[in-house]
């Protein structure tokens, strides 16, 4: 079992930054693909981007491609989310998800979440 914790939300103008961190328990973390998803008010989660246990094998959703970037650092069991360019349809809370088999590909997400991190883009 893994505990997910992310932080980093906030609010933020159009145009903006932000850097999304979340933070792993457990010593397997390594082993474990890692995504970000996204949930806006009165719609359905959505995918955002994966990455595999070792970082080779990144995945986007059309909407963030070129915008947002995945990475993670397996000696500080952390996962990352960097977005530039933020645009007010890019405000949900975000959430961590991840899956012990090592790899998730577009779309996918794991059994593990954690409670998520509002992300607020002013226009």
């Known amino acids: 079992q893994v505990q997910l914790v992310e932080s980093g939300g906030g609010l933020v103008q159009a145009g903006g930054s932000l850097r999304l961190s979340c933070a792993a328990s457990?010593?397997?973390?390594?082993?474990?693909?890692m995504g970000w998803f996204r949930q806006a008010p009165g719609k359905e989660r959505e995918f955002v981007a994966t990455?595999?246990?070792?970082?080779?094998?990144?995945y986007y959703a059309d909407s963030v491609k070129g915008r947002f970037t995945i990475s993670r650092d397996n000696a500080k069991n952390t996962v990352y989310l960097e977005m530039n360019t933020l645009k007010p349809e890019d405000t949900a809370v975000y959430y961590c998800?991840?899956?012990?088999?090592?790899?998730?590909?577009?779309?996918?997400?794991?059994?593990?979440w954690g409670q998520g991190t509002q992300v607020t883009v002013s226009s």
């Open positions: 998800t991840a899956d012990p088999d090592g790899i998730l590909t577009e779309g996918e997400s794991g059994p593990y």
């Open positions: 457990g010593r397997t973390f390594s082993m474990y693909a």
């Open positions: 990455i595999s246990w070792n970082g080779g094998s990144t």
